[in-house]
């Protein structure tokens, strides 16, 4: 009863200070989740990428 008490009078009991944290929520939740998608892709398609093999054809136009 007292976390359920503390968190209304924390985050809901105002909507100025419900909507702020709906907003840095979901600002939060986009970064991490951009971050994460990226990762994976980035573990997943390992070496087909040009920043995986740019390095083979920057080489080969300056000599």
Same mark, same amino acid.
Request: net charge positive; proline share 0%; charged share 20%.
């Given at each position: 009863?007292?976390?359920?008490? !503390?968190?209304?009078?924390? $985050?809901?009991?105002?909507?100025?200070? /419900?909507?702020?944290?709906?907003?840095? +929520?979901?600002? !939060?939740?986009?970064?991490? $989740?951009?971050?994460?998608?990226?990762? /994976?892709?980035?573990?997943?398609?390992? +070496?087909?990428?040009?920043?995986?093999?740019?390095?083979?054809?920057?080489?080969?136009?300056?000599?």
């Amino acid at each position: 009863m007292a976390f359920s008490t !503390t968190l209304y009078n924390t $985050f809901f009991r105002r909507n100025s200070v /419900f909507v702020s944290t709906i907003f840095v +929520g979901a600002f !939060t939740f986009g970064i991490g $989740f951009d971050t994460a998608v990226t990762s /994976f892709y980035d573990k997943w398609n390992k +070496g087909k990428q040009w920043k995986d093999i740019r390095h083979k054809y920057v080489e080969a136009a300056e000599e």
